[in-house]
């Protein structure tokens, strides 16, 4: 997996499997709210997400109030979100 991040967005590619994994996106959205309550996350491949990472980012959204807005290019993955009922708490699309 890797991650590219600008400003206020986040770029996930390949997939999201691995407790590394979490950790390197933690790391990189804690650095960004830091600074900005509106956060883009793109997920260009993956098919699924972790609990840990759905955690985490339920924790921002609820807990924190930051605006996530979630684009997702795998419709696998977005309609897990769907199932999960967390594609309104994400404000999840495809992209």
């Known amino acids: 997996m890797e991650l590219e991040v ?3 967005s986040l770029v996930i590619k ?3 499997k691995s407790v590394s994994d979490f ?7 804690d650095a960004m709210v830091a600074q900005h309550k509106h956060i883009n996350i793109n997920i260009l491949d ?3 997400i ?9 924790k921002l959204v609820l807990k ?7 684009n997702v290019k795998n419709e696998q993955l ?3 979100l769907d199932d999960l009922n ?3 708490t994400f404000k999840a699309k495809r992209s």
């Open 6 to 8: 600008s400003s206020n």
């Open 14 to 16: 390949g997939n999201i």
């Open 23 to 29: 950790q390197n996106i933690k790391q990189s959205v």
């Open 46 to 48: 993956s098919l699924s």
């Open 50 to 58: 972790t609990s840990s990472v759905i955690g985490y980012f339920n």
């Open 64 to 70: 924190d109030n930051i605006d996530i807005h979630m």
């Open 78 to 80: 977005l309609n897990l």
């Open 86 to 88: 967390l594609a309104s």
